[in-house]
Nanobody, 114 residues
Framework: VQLQASGGGLVQAGGSLRLSCKAI????????VDWYREAPGNQRELVGS???????EYADSVKDRFTISRDNRVRMTYLQMNSLKPEDTAIYYC?????????WGRGTLVTVSS
């Protein structure tokens, strides 16, 4: 299983970015995908999830600003981030789990300047 995350970068506060995660080697259409982030000095935290059926859940800190979507045809998950804040600065990871095994993408850095 490989997860390829991309789309990070430097953005000013109030701006937007869209992260992408492509899953290879897994039955993507039946898999829940989680997005996590890890800020400097902090533990990795769950940002949100999308189930195989498209149901989403979000951490309170990003609710109403971030949106997760998926396109099963191309095995992609997206994290649309709007109204970014400096505290959103982190490395963002996508994650899937199948048969008790957890797979992480390499991570993509998002830096939000004030």
């Amino acid at each position: 299983v490989q997860l390829q995350a991309s789309g990070g970068g430097l953005v000013q506060a109030g701006g937007s970015l869209r992260l992408s995660c492509k899953a290879i080697g897994i039955n993507f259409s039946i898999t829940t995908v989680d997005w996590y982030r890890e800020a400097p000095g902090n533990q990795r935290e769950l940002v949100g999830s999308i189930t195989s059926g498209g149901r989403t859940e979000y951490a309170d800190s990003v609710k109403d600003r971030f949106t997760i979507s998926r396109d099963n045809r191309v095995r992609m998950t997206y994290l649309q981030m709007n109204s970014l804040k400096p505290e959103d600065t982190a490395i963002y990871y996508c994650r899937v789990a199948r048969a008790g095994v957890v797979y992480w993408g390499r991570g993509t850095l998002v830096t939000v300047s004030s």
